[in-house]
């Protein structure tokens, strides 16, 4: 959502905090889901594990930045 408001905004002050709560919220996440997967997966599957949530992280940003199309 903060990357879809990123795309939309006018305002620097806007663009600035998004971009604050973007950083804040992937930094409390992403070590938590590292660890969960870590936890719940197969130690044989966890490199594949890994690579899938990595490969969303960047698909995701990559969709966000086609937002620009919309405009």
Known sequence: ???IVTGNTNSLFVLAAMRALLGVSQA????AAYSFIADEVSKK????????????LFMGGGLC???ILVI
Not at 28 to 31: D, R
């Open 1 to 3: 959502m903060t990357s």
């Open 28 to 31: 409390a996440y992403e070590p």
């Open 45 to 56: 599957k966890l490199p594949t594990a890994n690579s899938a949530i990595i490969a969303s």
């Open 65 to 67: 930045a086609l937002n």
